[in-house]
């Protein structure tokens, strides 16, 4: 007989990511609907998101998360698709101007902790609300960063938003717990992504990767595709036991941070 597929993870689920026009979030979309889940993508950039127009089981929304009433209103949105929420992946991110602490604005400071931890607390809140009110349990994974362990070689405003976005991880695990709802964090290293390529080109990045604060003990970087595949086993059945966690898909970067 030939082998049959084995049956999709996540069919007749439902999973609302940010970020899914580039990068990690764009393969944590894409291996998610290849599971089978109904997907919730948001993200600033129309363009990004277009490919999904054809597919019946997607639901795109162009959000600037920075703004927070926009924020707090596509959650209600989505809610309101009655479609039922299952996973919530905080994907979406930026890094900043790159400036050190003696050059960081007041203005870049504020746009970064936006975007990367006060945007991922309002989608938290609100569809945490939805996942208690529904009785059903759920999954929330926030992408978070090695930057958030580290000390040279990291943006302020950067590392100090990721490191508030792994506590906040932590208390809503504690907090969500008693509702069937798993909250856990990944944290990449450098990862060869788009946002990552205007900072930094290949022959750099390979240099990176073998001395320097930046060097991993793979002397490798991430490709989204590692990122992804950890989110989505966060999001799926076997890791029903798993919450409270940050998983570093970093190539060992913070032990010789």
């Not at 569809?127 to 362990?149: D, F, K, L």
């Not at 208390?171 to 909250?183: C, D, R, T």
Request: net charge negative; proline share 6%.
């Amino acid at each position: 007989m030939p082998d049959s597929a084995p049956p999709a993870s996540l069919a007749g689920r439902t999973a609302f990511v940010t970020g899914a026009a580039s990068g990690i979030g764009q393969v944590i979309a894409r291996l998610l609907r290849e599971e089978g889940a109904r997907l919730i993508l948001v993200d600033r950039n129309p363009d990004g998101l277009a490919p999904w127009a054809g597919d019946p089981a997607v639901k795109t929304m162009v959000v600037d998360l920075a703004d927070r009433e926009a924020v707090v209103r596509c959650a209600a949105e989505a809610i309101a698709l009655g479609w039922g929420i299952d996973c919530l992946v905080n994907a979406a991110g930026i890094t900043g101007a790159g400036k050190d602490i003696l050059n960081t604005t007041l203005e870049d400071w504020e746009l970064v902790h936006a975007v990367d931890s006060t945007a991922p607390f309002l989608l938290m809140r609100e569809i945490g609300r939805h996942m208690v009110e529904r009785g059903q349990g759920g999954r929330i994974v926030n992408v978070t960063s090695s930057s958030a362990h580290r000390a040279a070689g990291v943006m302020p405003a950067y590392g100090a938003a990721k490191s508030s976005l792994m506590q906040l991880t932590r208390v809503a695990a504690a907090q969500l717990g008693p509702h069937g709802i798993n909250v856990n964090a990944v944290a990449p290293g450098l990862t060869r992504t788009p946002m990552l390529a205007q900072t930094i080109d290949d022959e750099q990045l390979a240099k990176a990767m073998v001395s320097g604060p930046m060097s991993n003990l793979l002397q490798r970087p991430s490709e989204p595709e590692d990122i992804a595949a950890v989110v989505l086993f966060l999001c799926q059945p076997a890791s029903r036991q798993i919450t409270a966690q940050t998983i570093h898909v970093s190539a060992g970067a913070i032990i010789q941070a």
